[in-house]
């Protein structure tokens, strides 16, 4: 078993907004009316993308553990985290009065919109097992499976100008913080060490045959590519690779012997291991300039269905309409996501991963009746990564985690509780919508 540390440092950054989480319990009091969740969620557990399998496959003497469900797609127990999720969910809101606690849900009062990938939306489907069984609410999407939906798809949209190239890059090195992506390689020389020992890379196709002994000093490359989603190659998405693979086997439940071939010895070592994964996310996805461009649609989405004024689309007008709005998307959507609407740095106890697969970014729009005042509360609701590993029953007594999140412009009191006005300021301040 791992012991997770309860505090999260990203000690490799220079640049850290000042922290500002809050672990509460819910307020149960008669002066607070919870009226509207949205939720933006990950995906649940997932084979290994097929994409890593050639660079993954020369960089280790050993053979990769097979996986019965194919690279990309949720695997059964994924669906099954996930309609735990949905169940709890399904609890949390009725007793918050929000839903019924048993029966089918109206057809306006729940909307759940997926990307069109098969992963994402059988995500979507299981939460909804999960939280109306029985109960046939359907789940939007784009009709071709396997094309990303635009409202989801992190891409760079604007034309890759010199003048945009010039500050994208800028951007994405001052984030990295001193020396840029170059110098965070340096910063990571130890996780890289680490990474090369647990890969036995010194005895690899890729060192012996193509000798390529070195990989952390192989040269880095920022990608920008209009229509494409943004990447960094090198060192560090080789590592992002290897290590969501070894991520990923833990979480499935593979024997610890097999997990990473039995060679992550502690909790400090998967930190360091992960560590990579979460500096590729938010080096490329945390910097303004990627973030506000890769999660335009996404944010617009979020403003418009939290807000009863102003044109929308079909699956806007059907989100504000709804109690329960969820949307299921990607890692990248929630790292764009939140570095677009300036979320001040957050910790995640019991987790390693910064957007945890199955986590949840959940909007909550609550009135203060003696006030008569509009309130938003955002939350991260995830599960620890030993509720993942053990698939641990929730309940209101046994819940999953939740943070609460502060974004800029929009301070939060002890409840963590920002007024509504601050808040829809603050993402037109934010994102420039």
């Known amino acids: 078993m791992i012991k997770v540390k309860t505090a999260y440092t990203l000690t490799l950054l220079a640049i850290l907004l000042p922290a500002s989480t809050h ?37 280790t003497p050993d053979k990769w553990p097979q996986w019965t469900t194919p690279g990309g ?16 969910f399904r609890e949390w809101l009725a007793d918050t009065k929000l839903l019924k606690s048993t029966g ?58 010199p003048e945009f190239k010039e500050k994208a890059l800028a951007s994405i090195n001052q984030h990295a913080g001193p020396g840029g992506v170059a110098g965070l390689n340096k910063r990571l020389q130890p996780n890289y060490d680490l990474l090369s020992r647990v890969l036995d890379y010194k005895n690899s196709p890729a060192c012996l045959i193509d000798k390529k002994c070195d990989w952390s000093t192989q040269p880095t490359d920022i990608v920008l590519v209009q229509n494409k989603e943004p990447g960094i190659t090198g060192p560090l998405r080789l590592g992002t690779g290897a290590s969501d693979a070894f991520m990923l086997q833990y979480y499935e439940g593979f024997p610890e012997k097999d997990v990473a071939w039995g060679r992550i010895q502690s909790s400090q070592e998967w930190r360091k291991l992960i560590d990579i994964k979460n500096l590729y996310h938010e080096t490329l996805f945390g910097s303004p300039a990627i973030a506000d461009n890769a999660a335009e649609k996404l944010v617009g989405f979020i403003s418009s269905a939290l807000d009863p004024i102003g044109e929308k689309t079909p699956n806007e007008s059907a989100a504000q309409k709804a109690k329960l709005a969820v949307l299921v998307g990607h890692d990248s959507n929630i790292a764009s996501l939140l570095a677009a609407l300036k979320t001040k740095e957050y910790q995640l106890p019991d987790q390693y991963e910064k957007t945890p697969i199955s986590g949840k970014v959940v909007f909550e729009r609550w009135k203060d009746i003696k006030q008569n005042k509009e309130l938003m509360k955002v939350e991260y609701i995830y599960l620890s990564t030993e509720q993942i590993r053990n698939k641990t029953p929730l309940s209101l007594q046994k819940p999953p985690k939740r943070v609460t999140l502060e974004i800029e412009g929009c301070p939060v009191d002890a409840k963590g509780f920002c007024s509504m006005d601050d808040f829809r300021k603050a993402i037109k301040q934010n994102t420039q919508i």
Do not use: W
């Open 73 to 88: 797609y949720l695997t059964p127990k994924g669906a099954e985290l996930e309609a735990m999720m949905g169940g709890y």
């Open 104 to 161: 089918c849900p109206a057809p306006t009062t729940v909307f759940t919109y997926a990307n069109s990938l098969p992963r994402t939306i059988d995500t979507a489907q299981h939460f909804l097992f999960g939280a109306f069984p029985g109960c046939n609410v359907p789940v939007a999407h784009q009709k071709e499976i396997g094309k990303m939906d635009p409202v989801f798809n992190p891409i760079i949209t604007l034309d890759i100008t």
């Open 23 to 59: 672990v509460m319990a819910q307020d149960k009091s008669d002066n607070y009316k919870l009226e509207q969740v949205l939720v933006m969620s990950r995906h649940g557990i997932r084979a290994p993308l097929v994409n890593y399998g050639d660079m993954l496959s020369s960089a």
